[in-house]
């Protein structure tokens, strides 16, 4: 009964029948047996790729979806159609992670101490270390609020300055441009973008930049759009690490934030900006995933 069940669903095309035998605990080879005949060269191909959308997806941070999957096929050199991997990934049972809506967190400042808007929407860069943007968030943890500030370079998305403390006081985000500063070295006069929030508007991160000849710019006051990269990177941070487990302590959370950043998101989520490139690979310069397998 089985096997005649799996028949009637492989003639529909519904279920690989790969899947379907591991489903009703019966082996692949003797259902063809049953049938009288071998699989089709379309059925090994679809066998072989439910394995490899499998690998990835447990590999991956955060259940990435048919677009990301799709892509990291690609990279191995499987070029596969967005239906095929749409279709595999059903009949696998797995479904890619989606965020929550987007909040506002910016608070002004009393007394901001202003700057222009640099960026206006324009989030590309065509060279490394000339436009950069950042922003701050928040966790629950058990222990209490933990809050993350990030400098992202515009020209890959990379992350290249962070810091996570219990408080959101101005020298959070001198910390994390401090960080970008020390690590890419980046000539006089690269621009910094951020919302109109209290620690961006503040003498001490105006004195901060100046010293290190960086050009503020600022965004308006709760407008999500014009600071859409960082705003992005945190719908993603949420999505794909944050509300997948509680978070017991700060410590913990401090770790698992440089797993995820230094390890996973620079260097093997592939960014759909960057035509599912990972900033590591575009920074060494390819700028189309097919360059990977050839």
Not at 25 to 42: E, F, L, Q
Request: contains cysteine.
């Amino acid at each position: 009964m089985k096997f005649a069940a799996i028949a009637d669903w492989a003639d529909s095309n519904a279920f690989p029948v790969s899947f379907m035998c591991d489903q009703l605990g019966v082996s692949t080879s003797g259902y063809y047996k049953w049938r009288g005949k071998a699989p089709s060269a379309r059925e090994v191909a679809d066998a072989e790729l439910i394995e490899l959308i499998k690998h990835h997806y447990d590999h991956l941070n955060g259940r990435p979806g048919v677009r990301r999957l799709r892509a990291h096929l690609a990279a191995a050199g499987h070029k596969v159609s967005h239906k095929r991997v749409w279709r595999l990934m059903r009949a696998a049972g797995l479904k890619g992670r989606h965020p929550k809506a987007w909040k506002r967190t910016t608070v002004p400042g009393e007394n901001p101490v202003g700057a222009p808007d640099l960026i206006g929407r324009d989030f590309t860069a065509a060279e490394p270390n000339t436009r950069w943007c950042g922003d701050i968030t928040y966790v629950r943890t058990w222990d209490g609020w933990a809050y993350l500030a990030t400098v992202i370079d515009l020209h890959s998305r990379m992350v290249i300055g962070w810091a996570l403390a219990d408080h959101m006081r101005t020298e959070l985000v001198t910390d994390a441009l401090e960080m970008a500063i020390a690590h890419r070295r980046p000539p006089k006069g690269v621009i910094f973008h951020s919302d109109r929030g209290t620690q961006y508007t503040s003498k001490d991160f105006d004195k901060f930049c100046r010293r290190h000849h960086v050009r503020r710019s600022l965004g308006r006051t709760g407008i999500c759009y014009d600071n859409a990269v960082a705003e992005s990177f945190f719908a993603t941070y949420k999505k794909e690490l944050i509300h997948t487990r509680p978070w017991p302590a700060i410590t913990d959370l401090k770790k698992a934030t440089f797993t995820w950043i230094e390890e996973y998101y620079n260097r093997a989520r592939r960014h759909s900006t960057l035509g599912y490139l990972t900033p590591a690979e575009y920074e060494l310069g390819l700028r189309h995933i097919n360059e990977l397998a050839a």
